[in-house]
Structures are given as C-alpha cells and as structure tokens.
C-alpha cells in the first residue's frame, strides 16, 4: 500500500494491517517498520516548522516501482508506504515503511532499501523554517551512498 | 505542445509552477529545451542552473540525453529531500 497524505498516521493500525494480511496463511515471523520523525534541528539550526512539497503522480510512481523492486529481491509481502506533505512541526510523523517477512533478514534489509531509495528517487523537497527565516533542505551526500550500495548490475 | 513542470527552489525562483511550450524539433533535446528556457531572463537563468538540476521526462528521473517528443511532460527539479 502506497499513500501520500496530509493526515498523521496510527502505527499501530498499521501494524494490525500488517499482519493481517491474507497474502501469507503461513504468517509472518518477523515485522520492521520504521518511522521518520521532523527534527528540531538541522546544521545546528533550531527548526520551528517544516513544509513538504512533492511530485503529484510520479511519487506515486516512483513509491511504487521501489516497493516492486524491493518484493523482487527480498522474499517480503507487499510493503506499506506512508509519506506526509504539507505543513509539520518538529515531532511530527513524516514517513512509514513497514514490511513483513518470514524471517528477520529480508525484512531488516528491505525496509533499509526502501527509505533509502525513497529519499534518493522519490519527488519530495523539503523547506525549513528557521531563525532566519525559510530554507531549502539541501540533499545530503550521504543518502546517495547509502542509496548506492544497493545498485544491481543487471 | 510539450508540458514544462517546476518544483521546490526551482518552482520559487521561476515564479511559476508550470506552463505550455509549443514543440519545435530542436526541443528533442533536453539541453536545448533548458537552455531557451534559460534565455528568458536572468532569475530563469539562476533556476535553470544545469549542475544539480534533476530532469523527469514524463514523470520519470532520465539523464539529459534523453529524446524529447511532442506531448511530453518535462519536469526541472533540484535533488529531493524527502524521508
């Protein structure tokens, strides 16, 4: 399940989902989720509020193609990804992943695969507020090499 | 007719979150379709900056060789940042 919403979202409802699911009798042995929190700090600067902006459609899109990719390499059931837009305060829910699988290790390793792609390919921007006023977040080096050490060859 | 989309900085710094622009042949290619776009004015200029500019073609990340065709969607965007 893929949403892109304004709303928060109850955890533990999607834990319910998650192991709800009628795609594995058999059940699931082990469940990760994560979850993206605002902060209230970035480059030592005291953020007071967050706006998200996004790509109507191609996030959808690219949520999707990640989600289908991850349930290729990885023996998991269909993830669920959540992501908020709009306006947020530091605290607030931002991001969901949740995945199921028979044992730990799919799961651990799909779940880190799908943030990790997400924030390298899915159209979302962030803008900060400030002291000083509102910034673009910057991309950070560090989430494409933590996007890249999960390329493929093929 | 080809649809041009603008997100985040680049949207900001545009004015504007999209626009039509009647196709002509030479706007098969990515770098000449940025580059009038560019020629509008001097904060177009800015916005449109290549180096870390991302590109979708019809909603999806293509490289700026990628061959333009009457009808597409072209999207300028910096790097994303969601997550």
Redesign the interface.
């Given at each position: 399940m893929i949403k892109v919403q304004t709303e928060d979202f109850d955890i533990g409802a999607l834990y319910q989902q998650i192991i709800a699911s009628e795609n594995n009798p058999l059940g699931y042995g082990a469940v990760i989720t994560f979850v993206?929190k605002v902060r209230d700090f970035n480059q030592e600067q005291t953020v007071s509020a967050l706006s998200?902006?996004?790509?109507p459609?191609?996030t959808e899109?690219v949520l999707n193609e990640i989600s289908q990719q991850a349930m290729q390499r990885w023996p998991i059931a269909q993830p669920i990804i959540i992501?908020r837009v709009g306006d947020l305060q530091p605290g607030d829910q931002?991001?969901y992943i949740g995945v199921a699988s028979a044992h730990r290790k799919a799961a651990f390793e799909a779940c880190e695969f799908l943030?990790d792609y997400?924030?390298?390919?899915?159209?979302?921007?962030?803008?900060e507020k400030a002291d000083d006023g509102y910034h673009?977040?910057?991309?950070r080096e560090s989430?494409q090499e933590a996007a890249s050490k999960w390329a493929t060859n093929d | 007719m080809l649809s041009i989309v603008f997100f985040a900085q680049t949207r900001e710094i545009i004015g504007q979150g999209e626009f039509s622009l009647p196709f002509k042949p030479e706007f098969s290619s990515l770098e000449a379709i940025r580059s009038h776009l560019a020629s509008t004015n001097d904060k177009w200029d800015l916005a449109l900056t290549r180096e870390k500019l991302i590109i979708a073609v019809n909603q999806e990340m293509s490289p700026w060789d990628t061959e333009i065709k009457d009808g597409d969607e072209v999207a300028f965007f910096p790097p994303v940042t969601g997550g």
């Amino acid at each position: 399940m893929i949403k892109v919403q304004t709303e928060d979202f109850d955890i533990g409802a999607l834990y319910q989902q998650i192991i709800a699911s009628e795609n594995n009798p058999l059940g699931y042995g082990a469940v990760i989720t994560f979850v993206g929190k605002v902060r209230d700090f970035n480059q030592e600067q005291t953020v007071s509020a967050l706006s998200l902006e996004h790509y109507p459609g191609m996030t959808e899109k690219v949520l999707n193609e990640i989600s289908q990719q991850a349930m290729q390499r990885w023996p998991i059931a269909q993830p669920i990804i959540i992501h908020r837009v709009g306006d947020l305060q530091p605290g607030d829910q931002i991001v969901y992943i949740g995945v199921a699988s028979a044992h730990r290790k799919a799961a651990f390793e799909a779940c880190e695969f799908l943030i990790d792609y997400l924030k390298t390919k899915a159209p979302f921007w962030k803008k900060e507020k400030a002291d000083d006023g509102y910034h673009w977040v910057d991309a950070r080096e560090s989430d494409q090499e933590a996007a890249s050490k999960w390329a493929t060859n093929d | 007719m080809l649809s041009i989309v603008f997100f985040a900085q680049t949207r900001e710094i545009i004015g504007q979150g999209e626009f039509s622009l009647p196709f002509k042949p030479e706007f098969s290619s990515l770098e000449a379709i940025r580059s009038h776009l560019a020629s509008t004015n001097d904060k177009w200029d800015l916005a449109l900056t290549r180096e870390k500019l991302i590109i979708a073609v019809n909603q999806e990340m293509s490289p700026w060789d990628t061959e333009i065709k009457d009808g597409d969607e072209v999207a300028f965007f910096p790097p994303v940042t969601g997550g």
